[in-house]
């Protein structure tokens, strides 16, 4: 049969059948790259915990979610990519002994992961843990909206920390998202990289513990030269950390710890701001890198590097914002 010799209702019984197939075709099969196309209503720790299972896809909170063990805490495995709507509200752990734990409620093992939050920006994840999110070797993680918090009880170091950057991870802060930690903040180690866009808001807080010997971290750490930082907007800071109380034979003393550096850069290659952009205080005044070494006087940089000692850098101010931190704040030149 031509196609000259077709009727009309052939032509007809041929097109529906075709309509028939197709229509089957997209409605009958369930295939695993399919399933995850909707956005799927995240309303317990379970479901939290699941959203590992699913092979990529978007995820929106519907209520405050408790994580009460690490059983119901997040890791993602597989290469895809992953969408998390906090949309207001709040996930976050319960552990409050003083041990710290090598847990944490969000980590990214292989990866994209998105975090943000479509209701103004007032969704939280929340750690008691080491680390509130780890990005692990070459995962991604984009943080667009929302907050990052760590609030560890134990504090002896600068440990805890908000996003923990492990080797060749790659982070994204961007908008107005906040990432605040008792530690770091940002903790980066080798060959992770760290993007700041728009006007997101890094900062290292000292806790309510008082009496300890310690340092409390850095708004961002960097622990290595082969960290990766592009820093085109925000504002980076620390607090204090309380008075230290030291005893000894002759008694008790108390004096108060330094904590006037933003950022830290553990061997000083890394350290600048984004190419156009520059470093500034409360007062617009230009913010100066000075190595570890001044402390000890003017030629202990070059006597120390004559040993093969590599000097600290760290980004200082001695003015502190209207809220008691020491910030300072990335602004086109």
């Not at 309303?43 to 995820?59: C, P, Q, R």
């Not at 597989?78 to 319960?94: E, H, Q, R, S, W």
């Not at 998202?177 to 900062?203: C, E």
């Amino acid at each position: 049969m031509t196609k000259k010799t077709l009727n009309l209702p052939v032509r007809r019984y041929i097109l529906m059948t075709l309509l028939f197939v197709l229509v089957c075709t997209g409605a009958c099969f369930t295939s695993p790259s399919k399933t995850y196309a909707k956005t799927l209503k995240v309303k317990s720790a379970t479901d939290w915990h699941n959203i590992s299972k699913y092979k990529g896809g978007t995820f929106k909170l519907t209520r405050n979610i408790k994580l009460s063990k690490p059983a119901q805490y997040l890791t993602i495995t597989k290469n895809k990519k992953y969408t998390i709507d906090l949309n207001g509200y709040k996930v976050y752990t319960t552990y409050a002994q003083k041990e710290l734990r090598a847990y944490c409620p969000l980590t990214i093992e292989k990866g994209t992961v998105i975090l943000k939050s479509s209701k103004k920006n007032k969704g939280v994840l929340y750690s008691t843990e080491t680390a509130a999110v780890t990005v692990g070797n070459k995962a991604v993680f984009y943080l667009k909206s929302g907050m990052i918090v760590n609030d560890a009880v134990e504090f002896r170091s600068n440990m805890p920390t908000g996003i923990y950057l492990a080797n060749h991870a790659k982070c994204y802060i961007q908008g107005a998202s906040k990432v605040q930690s008792i530690g770091n903040a940002i903790a980066m180690f080798d060959y992770s990289s760290l993007f700041l866009t728009g006007h997101p808001l890094i900062r290292a807080g000292a806790s309510n513990i008082k009496g300890q010997f310690t340092h409390y971290g850095s708004g961002i750490n960097i622990t290595s030269p082969s960290c990766k930082v592009s820093l085109k907007g925000g504002t980076i800071g620390t607090m204090a950390s309380p008075p230290a109380v030291v005893n000894n034979f002759l008694g008790a003393y108390e004096f108060q710890q330094s904590g006037d550096f933003p950022i830290y850069d553990k061997n000083g290659k890394t350290l600048k701001a984004a190419k156009g952009y520059k470093f500034v205080d409360a007062k617009k005044n230009d913010v100066p890198i000075t190595s570890s070494f001044d402390s000890f006087g003017p030629n202990a940089a070059y006597y120390l590097a004559l040993s093969g000692a590599s000097p600290d850098k760290r980004l200082t101010t001695t003015v502190t914002s209207s809220d008691g931190y020491y910030s300072i704040y990335i602004v086109k030149k």
